[in-house]
């Protein structure tokens, strides 16, 4: 099922889980989605993972054959599993955590009318939060699809041509990631948001609206999938923006920088600073114990102080945050945003990506990923911050 | 919100899920799911989509701004809908069809606390039943994609070079499918099954079982993605199986080419012709009416006759069905499986994928996509069929 060796931070994911359980009343918890299944399981499968509330966990597989382990059951559907629970001698759950903003409704109703449980319980938030809290183990992926990411962004410049489109640019780029071991699969919660591999967003293609919760938009080449690169040629004066997904462990690292095609113009130049300012005050406020509102509201005073609010986080349609957990996928807890309700701890890893869009140039701002550690955050994705002209 | 000369298809369209609606009883139909929304507005976008049972539908935008039209509101949360459609002199529904298979758990229970219907019925069914039924445009589109995917598959022999592993294979054909066009996001049905642009499978990676009812599995490059390439260089005496999602327009083709690296063994270029062999049957057996088991058992027929029943559709695992519906996702209706209750019918697209697994050889076989018409079946991907040396 899993190798040996991930035991102990397996765990520790099943025991954080159960401590969330307890806390919210719960006695057992049976997962399916897929991200949940890699997080408790270290792969994806087709199947169920109970966990009662103490105990080790049984995992019910449907598909591949061949998994072996502790606990590993075959069934060739779910109405086998309260048997077989049962059968280990563990009582059936009164009180159920299932995925409920995960599983479509069929088929929690289907898994309820298996247990009966006498209350269900919403395991997405349940596990979101522990998933929040990434390990030492969690933390080192991340620094290692980090370190890949910088390291692919160094070679952007060598991919560029004159007259290149951005989708023409876009396509080198997804080959330069894909050739450093990106998986390319985008992980995004909420089944409405989608994206391939990332945006690259050129000039005033900024400025086209998303229909999603993005940072910056891009009007898309379809409007099966209104976002990123519209074909837009790159001219002279304006930016272009990439923004790719670090698909290189399980953990998705998130990173932005903007090159332009000669020089832009001061306002943008101006904006781009602006970004970074927002970036070092929130590096030297954040640590834990910090509620993510103060962080936004901290970038909110300065982007007012320097006159650049109808340009931050988009400008004919604003995003309304300024960061945002990460992890397996790219919009975990917490969020820094004005009516969070979150704040910083102790192992929480997050983007932070001051953005402005100037109409006529293009996005500017920056972006990286950065671990929550006892004392301050550590920066993970480390390369040159400035404009970089192609 | 769409193009004006859109308005005949989607009327079209509108006035199918009204005739199902109708059949099944329902006063309202409400979907949110982005498949559903592009099919009944061309465009994805965030929010909703509310059909009465007679007349013109409601569209309810949260994003993007700018969407203009007959009956598009925008709205901040689903809870202004119902004040919005009794505005619009529209009685509530008292039967009402949600996305039961799509929508989360969540999501459905607020629309029904918004609406209060007396029965919710399941639109995921009754959108699909719709869907699988393509309209002169809807195959014209799905014409361009398979044209455009055969175009590819022309040049994948020139993305070779010895010594490659199937990962580098796969990137460099990626690439070439970017290049002309592709959208790139691969659209399943069914939230558990995850694919990045399609497969490419060497050697005997094709006997690695997935976690997912796909024809062919992959170990795929992590436990987070367990399909398609896994790393292995490609070798002497073994195939290479290409089969990609053809997104280079909304409507997804799907096709299959096998290639090879020198020669391989008697039994999997006889194997190859069997899957011709079941084709061309299966081409002369479909037309509207046909039973889609009947076909299924056409090739199960021929694969006995052939002793081949070992390695048919897997080796190691093996996938129940030779074939599946395509339009905007890849498994769309019918299915063409043993215990279908599906019938061919005029507008039905499908692909049909006769495969082998053929251990120390690697996957053979062939997949084309398929238009139902009135007498008969209309191959879309045209390209040479048999396998072709690298």
């Known amino acids: 099922m899993f190798k040996p060796e991930m035991l102990p931070e397996l765990s520790h994911r099943w025991k954080a889980i159960q ?50 382990g502790e606990n590993v059951f075959y069934i060739r559907k779910p109405e086998q599993i309260a048997e077989i629970v049962l059968q280990q001698g563990i009582t059936l759950p009164q009180t159920l955590m299932l995925e409920l903003d995960e599983l479509p409704y069929n088929d929690i109703v289907r898994l309820q009318s298996i247990f009966h449980p006498t209350e269900t319980l919403n395991a997405t938030t349940a596990v979101r939060s522990v998933r929040a809290i990434k390990s030492e183990y969690e933390i080192g992926q991340m620094r290692h699809s980090a370190r890949l990411h910088a390291a692919c962004y160094a070679q952007v410049p060598k991919l560029y041509k004159p007259g ?12 330069l990631f894909r050739r450093q071991g990106a998986l390319g699969h985008f992980r995004v919660f909420g089944q409405s948001m989608e994206l391939f591999m990332g945006s690259v967003i050129a000039g005033n293609n900024a400025d086209n609206p998303s229909p999603y919760d993005f940072a910056m938009g891009g009007g898309g080449l379809h409007n099966l999938l209104p976002v990123s690169t519209n074909g837009s040629v790159m001219m002279p004066g304006t930016t272009v923006m ?15 920088r903007v090159f332009s095609i000669g020089r832009v113009s001061p306002l943008a130049y101006k904006a781009h600073q602006v970004a970074l300012e927002i970036q070092s005050n929130i590096e030297a406020l954040a640590k834990p114990g910090i509620a993510t509102s103060d962080l936004y509201n901290r970038a909110i005073e300065l982007v007012k102080k320097y006159e650049l609010l109808p340009y931050f986080m988009g400008h004919s349609q604003q995003a309304g945050f300024i960061g945002h957990g990460i992890g397996i996928q ?61």
Not at 357 to 382: C, D
């Open 242 to 256: 990439v923004d790719m997904g670090g698909t290189f462990t399980a953990y998705m690292s998130d990173m932005t």
């Open 164 to 175: 290149m489109t951005d989708i023409d640019f876009s396509i080198e780029i997804e080959r």
């Open 19 to 68: 401590k969330e359980m307890i806390r919210k009343g719960a006695d057992g918890c049976l997962l399916a989605d897929n991200v949940n299944l890699f997080y408790v399981a270290d792969r994806v499968y087709s199947g169920y993972f109970y966990l009662p509330k103490e105990g080790n966990p049984l995992f019910f597989v449907k598909r591949p054959i061949g998994l072996e």
């Open 330 to 390: 790219i919009n975990e807890s917490p969020v820094l945003a004005p009516r969070s309700k979150d704040e910083l701890k102790e192992g929480h890893i997050f983007a932070l990506e001051p953005k402005f869009v100037i109409p006529g140039v293009g996005a500017v701002g920056i972006e990286n990923s950065f671990a929550v550690h006892k004392t301050g955050i550590e920066k993970l994705t480390v390369l040159n911050e400035e404009i970089i002209e192609l």
